[in-house]
């Protein structure tokens, strides 16, 4: 065999002077035996390769020991971030909440009547007075904080009492009246000479000559509610039965156990069948569902009989042939208890939630009850019939119709209703104003548009005619419902509003017992709207 020459290159990777490492060439002969190859290499530096790999290793520990601290540092600063973080957030929320608590809450806390600080509040101040818009005494104290009501049961529910619990404006304003911003030199020399400083005054929205108009006005138990649509402000309320607030500490036991609920507020308590006044919402419903509905017509005959039950018409009149229009002004309940059989429920639901149906109303005023409207997929067509024209189990307060009105008046817009205006001290110098607020457009313009169309036909040419020929002009609704067996009796309803140039004010009048509510109702509102527009115009000479 010959002999070959074989140029093996070793790679020294424990050498740190490059990062491929150190090549080495070894040269050396080779030899093959029997078909083996046999290689000579000259011999490695193994134990400077072994120190090398020592070296490498410390420096890898070292470099391992200086991070590991680093590491625990870094996840130490983590931890400690998220904790402070959400401390940070905690302390933030905290914030929003005070200032929230302050602006929105903080009034129903000092007002309530379970707030002894108000008990010693009293004992350094005489009560402030209650007047109306134009500065009409309605409730003040004595010396010794005897309180006095110079118009007695007129303003009962309005204005309320503040001996065996508190009501109305009492209990509205209370904290206001036990603060005094006197001026404050005035204040010092009368706790130094252990005087009481008179409190502020609370002005009200109150109109007192729409008020008295409305309560010489009604012959029957009711309520008359009647609010400035453009605001929100509530220039009447009054209810009756009422009470003598002048004495009802010696006869509170006698009115709060009586049958006839004296202390019940009907203006913002009492729960009554709507009747025909709710056509304006089944009227809504129909004409959203159905594009075509003015162009539709009816025949009334009186009486409409489904499944063994029979619907009439007012004292059974009979309207005839009429168009959609003719059937909201003549009130005609067998065109609206045929309309109420075709609306789709689940809409309809929507309707009446949309106006403030089944939930607490946007108010500013304490206890109002809950307008209810109850129908599902399961109600029967007996109880849609009578569902649409007001009957049925349909329950409504007075200021809630009146807030429907308002709305419509205000192009679909409601204001939130309220009866505190502003807080001055006893010299007349304003302390705390209390603004308008727009709670949502509860129709859009468009449907309070329509809908405005046919209140006024009811006013021309339907059952309101009696608002018909006045400066102003008026629209509405009446209603006549029945709330027992005894189809004789029926409370009466009139729900609406009118206007003049830019001046308005929109009216809910319920009469129980009263029958009609053309007759019963309608003269109550004229009598409110005739004041409230010579008002105007007196203004203006």
Known sequence: MSKKDYNVEVI???????????????????SKKKGDKKINVEKVDIKKKKNNNKKRNRRDEDFVN????????KSRNVQFAVVMYFFLALFIALCIYFCYFLVFKSDDFINSPYNARLEKLAENIIRGDIVDKNGVVLASSSSDNVRSYPYSNMYAHAIGYDSNGMSGVELDGNFYMLRSHAFFLERI???????????????????????????????????????????GKILVMTAKPDFNP???????????????????????????????????????????????????????????????YTIRCYHGEVHGHQT?????????????????????????????????????????LSNTSTSQFKIDDSTKDTL???????????LVTPIHMCMIASAICNDGKLMEPYMLDSVTNYKGINVKTFNSK?????????????????????VTDGTATGLNGSNYTAYGKTGTAEFNDNKDEAHAWFVGYAKKDDKEIAIAVLQEKGGSGSKTAVPIAKAVFDK??????KSKE
């Not at 929205?205 to 008295?212: A, G, W």
């Not at 006698?254 to 089944?282: C, H, M, W």
């Not at 468009?446 to 009811?458: L, T």
Request: net charge negative.
């Open 438 to 458: 727009t709670i949502d457009s509860i129709l859009t313009q468009a449907q309070a548009d329509q809908i405005e169309e046919y209140m006024r036909y009811v």
């Open 246 to 308: 002048n004495t009802i500490s010696d006869n509170y036991k006698k009115l709060s156990q009586g049958e006839t609920s004296v202390l019940l507020n009907r203006a913002t308590q009492g729960l009554y069948a709507p009747g025909s006044t709710f056509k304006i919402l089944t009227a809504l419903e129909y004409l959203q569902e159905n594009p075509n509905a003015a162009q539709s017509t009816f025949d009334c005959k009186g009486k409409l009989t489904v499944d063994n």
């Open 12 to 30: 020294d990777l424990n050498n740190d002077k490059s990062k491929k490492g150190r090549k080495k060439k070894i040269n050396g002969p080779s």
């Open 532 to 537: 409230y527009f010579s008002e105007i115009d």
């Open 189 to 231: 020399k009368n706790d130094l000479m252990n005087v009481k400083n008179k409190g502020d005054t609370v002005v009200t929205t109150l109109d007192h000559n729409l008020q008295e108009v409305a309560y010489d006005n009604m012959e029957y138990d009711g309520a008359v509610v009647a609010i400035e649509p453009k605001t």
């Open 66 to 73: 200086d991070i590991e601290p680093n590491i625990s540092n």
């Open 384 to 394: 849609m019939m009578q569902t649409a024209i007001g009957q049925g189990e349909t």
């Open 324 to 364: 959609f229009m003719e059937a909201f002004g003549n009130s005609c309940n067998i065109a609206f208890s045929e309309i109420g059989l075709g609306l789709n429920k689940n809409g309809f639901t929507q309707m009446c939630n949309q106006l403030l149906f089944n939930k607490k109303l946007p108010t500013r």
